[in-house]
Nanobody, 119 residues
Framework: QVQLVESGGDLVQAGGSLRLSCAASGSINSLVMGWYRQAPGKQRDVVATISTGGDRTNYADSVKGRFTISRDNAKKTVYLQMNSLKPEDTAVYYC?????????????WGQGTQVTVSS
């Protein structure tokens, strides 16, 4: 079992930057990691994902060119650098990890961190 704890959420003005961190209680080496977000009244959507080795990343169209996902497997931590923030980026951001644990597919979620962007 891996526990994920997000941090770094805050209130920021439009155009500003934030860096979110996701610290894992165990190894994330075999997990594809991602960041998701959920705005009030909306579904949870993927923001960015990163492969186990960090060599492949994918981004939602709405954040391409502004957000960067990265990982440090040795530190068991995943990051989301968010630049040029917009009010529509306001949401609770969740860290996600998925992968095989033996013969079972595992999905892990953090508790979320609030990002609020004021106009």
């Amino acid at each position: 079992q891996v526990q994920l704890v997000e941090s770094g959420g805050d209130l920021v003005q439009a155009g500003g930057s934030l860096r979110l961190s996701c610290a894992a209680s165990g190894s994330i080496n075999s997990l594809v990691m991602g960041w998701y977000r959920q705005a009030p009244g909306k579904q949870r959507d993927v923001v960015a994902t990163i492969s186990t080795g960090g060599d492949r990343t994918n981004y939602a169209d709405s954040v391409k060119g502004r957000f960067t996902i990265s990982r440090d497997n040795a530190k068991k931590t995943v990051y989301l650098q968010m630049n040029s923030l917009k009010p529509e980026d306001t949401a609770v951001y969740y860290c996600n990890g998925e992968g095989w644990n033996g013969s079972s597919w595992k999905t892990y979620w953090g508790q979320g961190t609030q990002v609020t962007v004021s106009s």
